[in-house]
């Protein structure tokens, strides 16, 4: 597993109580019951969602159905996005197509479900209109790696570059 954080850091967007999740399907279900902490907590453990969205995307048979939806475009669909709390997608790029550079202003946990995902994380240098990211890590993840981020360590983008391997379909979620 690859982290860039330690594994519990006091932030917002924690995870609380599941508030409605009924009506998901199990597999989606289980890793929201999984991530949910006590009301009263206040650290996040990044290690143990990370590798509960990592036992997601090992269940390929079930994200099947949500990878042929997506189909072979760049783009995202989202699997659970309630309008308070963590939300999760499904994102792909196709061969040698990156994202841009962004952040997501909350915690954030990629793994790949199928195929190869370039992860590169930056860090801003200079100031003003000298302001500029700089490379700090670049990863190629394969499915049972997971990548962490907390605000302000996450400036990132992810997705295939030419010539490596199968692009992939990647799991993501964020915080609220």
């Known amino acids: 597993m690859n982290s860039q954080t330690g594994d519990q850091a006091a932030t917002p967007g924690i995870p609380g109580p599941p508030s409605s999740?009924?009506?998901l399907d199990?597999?989606?279900?289980?890793?929201?019951?999984?991530?949910?902490?006590?009301?009263?907590s206040s650290t996040l453990?990044?290690?143990?969602?990370?590798?509960?969205?990592?036992?997601?995307a090992a269940d390929v048979e079930y994200l099947a159905r949500w990878v042929e939806r997506l189909g072979d475009v760049s783009g995202f669909l989202p699997i659970h996005a309630p309008a308070r709390g963590p939300r999760l997608?499904?994102?792909?790029?196709?061969?040698?197509?990156?994202?841009?550079?962004?952040d997501h202003r909350t915690w954030v946990a990629v793994t790949p479900i199928v195929g190869l995902e370039t992860h590169r994380r930056y860090r801003v240098t200079g100031v003003g209109a000298a302001a500029?990211?700089?490379?700090?890590?670049?990863?190629?993840?394969v499915p049972s790696d997971v990548v962490t981020l907390l605000p302000p360590e996450d400036l990132h983008d992810h997705g295939h570059?030419?010539?490596?391997?199968?692009?992939?379909?990647v799991?993501?979620?964020t915080g609220d």
């Open 89 to 102: 997608m499904i994102v792909h790029r196709r061969e040698g197509q990156m994202g841009a550079v962004h």
């Open 171 to 173: 799991l993501i979620m």
């Open 161 to 169: 570059l030419a010539g490596n391997g199968r692009p992939a379909y």
């Open 26 to 40: 199990g597999p989606v279900r289980r890793l929201f019951e999984q991530i949910a902490g006590p009301p009263a």
């Open 132 to 141: 500029r990211p700089e490379l700090v890590e670049q990863l190629a993840l």
């Open 21 to 23: 999740l009924s009506g």
């Open 45 to 56: 453990d990044l290690a143990a969602i990370g590798a509960a969205l990592v036992e997601l």
